[in-house]
């Protein structure tokens, strides 16, 4: 009888660890329910519709953002560069390539929680369409890392991990039929330091 009772209990603990284990990893992962991807970047386009599954709902309430609706826009986060290897704020990185058609779209360096990362300077760790340097052919190269560059420059700083967050305000992209043929920046690793 206490055989059974041990059994039952075990059963009982690993079917709540593996079932939380599994909400857990689903509410975390970049590439969960209702996503799509687009070379590293990822979205979710029906998170702030009723069309929303339960995961995405919950990740909302989780994280208190404001979504946006499919109508008002779009937001990408990467978490890995154009290697598969994933983004740390102590190296360099160059994002570089076409935007889709938006009228304003904003790009941040984020920590685990996609909050922007404080850099402790003047300088945020953001930028935003209508104050970047465009190439004659229109796609822009940003640098991204701690030391100063020409062009357009991201700053970040410290250790660890990191994410993009690219956001499209007011895009066609923002409706299913506008995700097949868009193409997003190219994240290339510069170089990392200790």
């Known amino acids: 009888m206490l055989r059974n009772a041990f059994l039952t209990l075990l059963s009982l603990a690993m079917a709540i660890g593996l079932g939380g284990g ?5 509410l975390n992962a970049q590439d969960g329910v209702g996503a799509i991807r687009i070379g590293q970047w990822t979205a979710f386009p029906e998170i702030g519709t009723q069309a929303a599954d339960s995961y995405s709902k919950a990740r909302v309430a989780r994280e208190g953002v404001l979504a946006l609706g499919q109508a008002e826009g779009l937001s990408f986060v990467a978490e890995r560069d154009e290697a598969g290897e994933p983004l740390k704020r102590e190296c360099a990185y160059t994002i570089e390539g076409g935007y889709p058609t938006a009228r304003f779209w904003t ?41 100063p560059a020409p062009g357009n420059w991201l700053l970040t700083n410290g250790f660890g991990k990191m994410y993009f967050v690219l956001t499209f305000y007011d895009t066609p992209i923002a409706s299913s039929t506008g995700l097949s043929d868009v193409t997003l920046p190219r994240i290339l690793k510069a170089g990392c330091h200790a």
Do not use: C, F, M
Not at 22 to 26: D, G, K, L, P
Not at 109 to 114: F, G, P, T
């Open 22 to 26: 599994s909400v857990w990893y689903a």
């Open 107 to 147: 790009l941040y360096a984020a920590d685990h929680s996609l909050g922007v990362i404080g850099t402790g300077k003047a300088r945020h760790a953001a930028l935003q369409s209508y104050e970047v340097l465009r190439r004659p052919d229109n796609s822009v190269v940003i640098s991204v890392g701690d030391r």
